[in-house]
């Protein structure tokens, strides 16, 4: 069976974070793994509260992990200490992680700041480097090429000022726009779209774990990036269509949809 590893920030309430990432690796045949960096008091209505672990943990986590059950890919999550970040790097390193699929966390769905503004230049410095592929959301993207993002060719300019300092695959996500879901993937100069179909679905909470949870899964499972992407587009999607409401806010997805 092929293993993957979540290192993020646990969602008690299920729906992002660790909870969506071990959901989405189930719902993918994989066998899943999680070093919590943070839990996290937060519902589909917003963040209460934050307790980060501390450096020694995590790294006692992710030795477990790697001594153990090698995982085939790993997604990295929220992290929003410069020192978690710095651990995280170390470990990976020291393992020689493949298949690492970076999604710079920065804000919940729900507006709550979820990494600390010394810890942004840690995570371009120490953790990029190891990664293959980074997937920002649209204001993610903004903060790590300062370029805001209004237009197609924004993006353009923001991948390039992104891809100076970053030599993998970028997948910009386009969950924040009002017409479509296209995502865009930015590859050594190179562009494709990732056609999305919007879902009129107010319940979003966890989207953006899931897609790149989805990736990882397909990364273990031997699919090239673009499958991986391409197959990650299409689980999101379905989870979105199903249409589960649950919560007061913005509710989570349905990672069983494909079982009914
Ligand atoms: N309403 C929607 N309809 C279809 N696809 C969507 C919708 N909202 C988000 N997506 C898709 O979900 C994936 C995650 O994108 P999004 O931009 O929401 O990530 P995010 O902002 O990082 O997520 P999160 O809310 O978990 O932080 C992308 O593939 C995006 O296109
Ligand atoms: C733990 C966690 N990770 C990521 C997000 C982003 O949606 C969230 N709300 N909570």
New binding site residues.
Partial sequence: MKTVLTIAGSDCSGG?GIQADLKTMAAHGVYGMSAIAALTAQNTTGVAGIYHVSRDFLEQQLDCIFTDIYPDAVKIGMVSEKELIEGIAGKLKQYGAKNIVL?P?M???SGSRLLSGDAIGTLKEVLFPLADII?P??P?AEVLSGVSIRTKEDMEEAASKIGEYFDGYILM????SVED???YLFYHGKKKM?R??????EN????????SSAIASNLAMGCDMETSIQNG?EY??GA?LDGLDLGKGSGPLNHMYRLK
Avoid: P, Y
């Fill in positions: 992002a999604d966390v804000v919940s769905t997937t959301n649209v993610e996500k386009g969950g924040h879901a296209n995502d990732f999305g179909t919007r879902v009129e679905n979003t909470h966890g989207t953006g774990c899931t897609l587009k999101i999607t979105l």
